[in-house]
């Protein structure tokens, strides 16, 4: 069997989202076109870290090209999408390894994330090299989502990305760990009430 690459060019909607609500929130990377939906799901840090990379390399591409690139640089209003993630939402794999790249030809941003695979192996060198092999297999490889988007689709998908991880649950103020609905032990009091 072939390996199972979902792949959209210029899709219709590509997006962050979460499903749960704060604290036990799960999150996924979700593309649509043409009636057709790859939803994966990745860790929170897993979409801040796409976001904010895809942004210092939009950042790079405006640079290089002297400010000629198509690429705006901050997410137009226009483009600002709020809807929920297209239901049901069914996850094709886990992500474990992401990608990034500007296609300068095409002027075109690749965002590949690949599924997480487990591997053994006897040395750190020989599974780092395992690893590579695996990613490198076109015919065997994990499962992949691959994305081209244009440099304004890519600044939306990173301001959304960004503002899906910090609408999570509200730091504390002493502590700044999260604050739970049912609340909150806080280890900067120590057990002892703070006199003003």
Not at 135 to 142: F, K, R, S, T
């Amino acid at each position: 069997m072939s390996r199972q690459v979902f792949f959209y060019d210029a899709p219709d909607r590509f997006v962050a989202g979460t499903v749960g609500l704060p604290g036990r929130r799960s999150f996924y990377l979700q593309a649509t076109a043409a009636g057709r939906t790859t939803s994966v799901a990745l860790e929170k840090t897993q979409v801040a870290a796409l976001a904010e990379r895809i942004d210092e390399l939009l950042d790079e591409v405006v640079r290089r090209s002297g400010g000629n690139a198509p690429v705006p640089a901050v997410s137009p209003a226009e483009l600002s999408d709020t809807a929920p993630l297209e239901s049901p939402v069914e996850e094709e794999f886990r992500v474990g390894t992401m990608a990034l790249a500007w296609d300068g030809e095409d002027e075109r941003m690749i965002v590949e994330a690949q599924a997480l695979v487990e591997l053994e192996a006897d040395s750190d060198e020989d599974l780092a090299d395992a690893e590579e092999r695996l990613l490198q297999d076109d015919e065997n490889g994990p499962p992949m989502l691959r994305v081209r988007l244009t440099g304004t689709m890519a600044r939306a998908f990173a301001k959304r990305a960004l503002e899906v991880v910090n609408a999570g649950r509200p730091p504390c103020p002493l502590c700044s760990l999260p604050l739970d609905p049912e609340g909150h032990v806080c280890p900067r009091q120590n057990g002892y009430r703070r006199d003003a």
